[in-house]
């Protein structure tokens, strides 16, 4: 067995599992079995998500109105969906062959992260229908939605069947989409460098820029379809690499709604810009990662928009980036035109209010959205508002699929697998329907 073998097997901390047979992951042969899609989805429409009647308002950041700020006009800016770690999964997939062990490693969690090797099949079976079912849903909003944004973890073992899948149902999308990269969409099972994995299985597995590359439209593919002038869900907007060939870098900024100033250079307006982070470790571990260069391009980028509200995009929370997370929200702290962090990766409903310490009513909000493949199978969507008043409000709900026909009748089979599992992603009521207040900033 040579060094790499080593270290990934002291890696997956199977020591501690001491009656294990080691030809199991490779060393006498591949260790993985393989799976696939089998199950193909079904068809129904959808009904549009319900909007709740009343959403509590929250004002953590103590905001307070201010007419050097106040537009005088109150009006919604934008509209958009949020899902988040759909994890389409391989069926049939096993890791080691053996049920028990998978159970044990499951226990694990994010120690080792295999969560959801021991996941039940019926949630696995079902998971691009219960993606399908929430495309319809999304499809039928009221008004409809100005983009979708998807903040990662598209696929579950990190293979490029799983990827085909995951995007062949969001380009049903009638909105455009962005795509931010999680550490399942570069990493084997969220943790290991495929590099790694290539001595144990005959699986494609995706790395960083073989997953990015997969949102560009190929030769026989529409290119007319775009986000906000991008044709790659984002990614090229994306500054590139200095490799050799160049790579992609994964992070990325666009303007949703531009800012609009009169005649005597005021601005009547504020702009929207969405600044999205690529927070995965290329060297493997689940916990999320922001190099310094990335962090000079967010300042920057910031800084030269400065009449523009910024929202800023991750798959992981501020508390599950290791490395560069404290720095991250001392950047965003210091500009106050910053007023959301939307995330994904814990899998549940989260809001959280960054308040900035030095400046009353500053900070930002961090709005977590939970998973497609485990319960409640939720996505969000978020309105922003200015209140003309010199202050704003995000007005976000959360939703359940609304589809009919055989779609929805396997949607909710998965639903109800999920909601018999222990976890529970959904949150207290504050972080699902309310109105968070924000301080607008001075823009001009």
């Avoid at 109105?65 to 770690?85: E, I, K, Q, W, Y």
Wanted: hydrophobic share 35%.
């Amino acid at each position: 067995m040579d060094l790499k073998r080593r270290q990934f097997l002291a890696w997956l901390g199977l020591a501690a599992v001491g009656s294990f047979n080691l030809g199991n992951l490779g060393c006498g042969g591949r260790g993985f079995s393989a799976g696939s899609l089998l199950q193909a989805p079904a068809q129904g429409s959808a009904s549009p998500p319900p909007s709740p009647s009343n959403c509590p308002m929250r004002n953590n950041l103590g905001a307070r109105p201010r007419m050097d700020s106040a537009t005088g006009t109150p009006r919604r800016l934008l509209r958009f969906g949020h899902l988040t770690d759909v994890h389409i999964t391989l069926e049939q997939f096993t890791f080691t062959g053996h049920p028990e062990l998978e159970t044990l490693l499951d226990s694990f969690g994010e120690q080792i992260g295999f969560g959801g090797l021991d996941r039940p099949e019926i949630q696995e079976r079902f998971d691009v229908d219960t993606l399908r079912a929430m495309v319809k849903t999304l499809n039928a909003a009221e008004p409809p939605l100005d983009f979708v944004v998807h903040t990662g973890d598209a696929v579950d073992i990190g293979t490029i069947p799983e990827l085909v899948g995951f995007l062949s149902e969001m380009n049903q999308l009638n909105s455009p989409w962005f795509q931010v990269v999680g550490n399942h969409d570069c990493l084997g099972m969220g943790n290991i460098p495929p590099a790694l994995l290539e001595n144990f299985t005959d699986l494609d597995f995706l790395n960083k820029q073989e997953f990015i590359q997969k949102h560009f439209p190929g030769k026989a593919q529409d290119r007319s379809r775009t986000a906000f002038g991008s044709q790659a869900k984002g990614f090229d907007f994306s500054p590139a690499s200095g490799g050799n060939p160049p790579g992609i870098r994964g992070y990325y900024a666009f303007t949703a709604v531009p800012p609009i100033s009169g005649g005597n250079g005021r601005l009547i307006q504020p702009g929207i810009r969405f600044y999205v982070l690529e927070t995965s470790r290329a060297a493997g571990k689940a916990l999320g990662h922001v190099d310094a260069d990335q962090l000079r391009w967010l300042k920057t980028a910031l800084d030269g928009h400065p009449q523009s509200l910024a929202v800023v995009v991750s798959h992981h929370p501020i508390e599950r980036i290791e490395e560069g997370g404290q720095e991250l929200k001392n950047l965003l702290l210091d500009h106050p035109q910053v007023i959301a962090l939307a995330c994904g990766h814990n899998h549940m409903h989260r809001i959280q209010a960054f308040k900035n310490p030095s400046k009353p009513g500053n900070g930002f909000w961090q709005i977590q959205t939970s998973s497609l493949i485990d319960y409640p199978q939720q996505g969000r969507i978020l309105e922003i508002y200015d209140r003309g008043n010199g202050t704003g409000a995000i007005r976000t709900f959360v939703f359940n699929q609304q589809a009919s026909g055989q779609l929805g009748k396997n949607a909710r089979a998965s639903y109800r697998s999920a909601a018999q599992e222990r976890f529970d992603g959904s949150g207290s009521a504050q972080d699902r329907n309310v109105e968070l207040l924000f301080q607008m900033p001075v823009l001009n």
